[in-house]
T-cell receptor, first 112, second 114 residues
Framework: ELKVEQNPLFLSMQEGKNYTIYCNYSTTSDRLYWYRQDPGKSLESLFVLLSNGAVKQEGRLMASLDTKARLSTLHITAAVHDLSATYFCAVEIRGSNYKLTFGKGTLLTVNP | NAGVTQTPKFRVLKTGQSMTLLCAQDMNHEYMYWYRQDPGMGLRLIHYSVGEGTTAKGEVPDGYNVSRLKKQNFLLGLESAAPSQTSVYFC?????????????FGPGTRLLVL
């Protein structure tokens, strides 16, 4: 059974600071996804990481994947208030018709 | 394109009542999924479908049934609602094959079972 663990689950940051969210998973996987969810809203796709060493960047967010360590990171650079949201990583079970197993999410609050 | 839509947006049920949640997508996606989201639990897969006329169980299927009679629609049914089914339900869809299996999510249905 695939287990996906995110940490931290809660993160309070000051604007302008950097931080990293970690996503560990327990078995071999083909793909890893990062999603963002604003309060009361749906999930929005941020990144898809398809191979070992993959790095994707969009604005102040950068995601990377180390399949050997079964670890993905979401790095936040110079945080701004607009980044406040819950961030989920999701891992695709190999050969599973794209079924995803989600982490519990990281609630990020960026304070002025 | 509307993307993925869900009906209704919010519903209150009494224990034992039944209801059907409708998910529709206009992206011609083969795969569709139903998730539930509970506080502190992330999203958990209830049922999914890999094509018209097919369904399969996910992680938490008990108490739910699904049908996919048309490619664009995926229905989630609760035959006898229980308070434990109070949750936010999300539908998602994705292409089959290709380099990315990104799932696109609907706006969600908030269900309260009293």
């Amino acid at each position: 059974e695939l287990k996906v663990e995110q940490n931290p689950l809660f993160l309070s940051m000051q604007e302008g600071k950097n931080y990293t969210i970690y996503c560990n998973y327990s078995t071999t996987s083909d793909r890893l996804y990062w999603y963002r969810q604003d309060p009361g809203k749906s999930l929005e796709s941020l990144f898809v990481l398809l191979s070992n060493g993959a790095v994707k960047q969009e604005g102040r967010l950068m995601a990377s994947l180390d399949t050997k360590a079964r670890l993905s990171t979401l790095h936040i650079t110079a945080a701004v208030h607009d980044l406040s949201a819950t961030y989920f990583c999701a891992v695709e079970i190999r050969g599973s018709n794209y079924k995803l197993t989600f982490g519990k999410g990281t609630l990020l609050t960026v304070n002025p | 394109n509307a993307g993925v839509t869900q009906t209704p947006k919010f519903r209150v049920l009494k224990t034992g009542q039944s209801m059907t949640l409708l998910c529709a997508q206009d992206m011609n996606h083969e795969y569709m999924y139903w998730y539930r989201q509970d506080p502190g639990m992330g999203l958990r897969l209830i049922h999914y479908s890999v094509g018209e006329g097919t369904t399969a169980k996910g992680e938490v299927p008990d108490g739910y049934n699904v049908s996919r009679l048309k490619k664009q629609n995926f229905l989630l049914g609760l035959e006898s609602a229980a308070p434990s089914q109070t949750s936010v339900y999300f539908c998602a869809s994705s292409y089959a094959g290709g380099p990315s299996g990104t799932q696109y999510f609907g706006p969600g249905t908030r269900l309260l079972v009293l």
